[in-house]
């Protein structure tokens, strides 16, 4: 398939966009029931569009960045660079395996539950 089959025309793509957009927030539902049965509706719809807006631009500038940082990707896959020794690499990728080794033992340390916890939990 060619890039143009893939992208489709000015039409299809505003329906992706409508499809992905019709979605309801249930962060916004709960919102706007909240301010009902509360008896400030007005202010929930200001809310709900608040947080619209909120998403709006947070989605926008992630894709920015992904944008930018496509292309900064693509110009440094053009950059020769230069000859590294190949143990230089073994060496980082030892570096970053003890390094997530010893982040996943400190997670597992972190969870541990003491004896005492289930007698608590059942109030004895």
Same mark, same amino acid.
């Given at each position: ?16 966009? +409508? ?8 962060? +916004? ?39 930018? +940082? ?32 010893? +982040? ?21």
């Amino acid at each position: 398939m060619s890039d143009d089959e893939l992208q489709g025309n000015w039409r299809t793509q505003l329906a992706v966009i +409508a499809a992905m957009g019709a979605r309801p927030c249930s962060g +916004a539902l709960i919102v706007l029931l909240f301010s009902y049965v509360v008896g400030v509706y007005s202010w929930g719809i200001i809310a709900a569009l608040m947080m619209a807006l909120g998403t709006a631009i947070t989605i926008s500038g992630i894709a920015l960045l992904v944008h930018s +940082a496509s292309h900064l990707a693509i110009r440094f896959s053009k950059w020769q660079g230069f000859n590294v020794n190949p143990y230089w690499s073994l060496g980082i990728m030892l570096i970053g395996g003890i390094v997530l080794v010893i +982040a996943g033992l400190l997670m597992f340390q972190s969870v541990e539950i003491p004896q005492t916890m289930g007698s608590y939990i059942f109030g004895r």
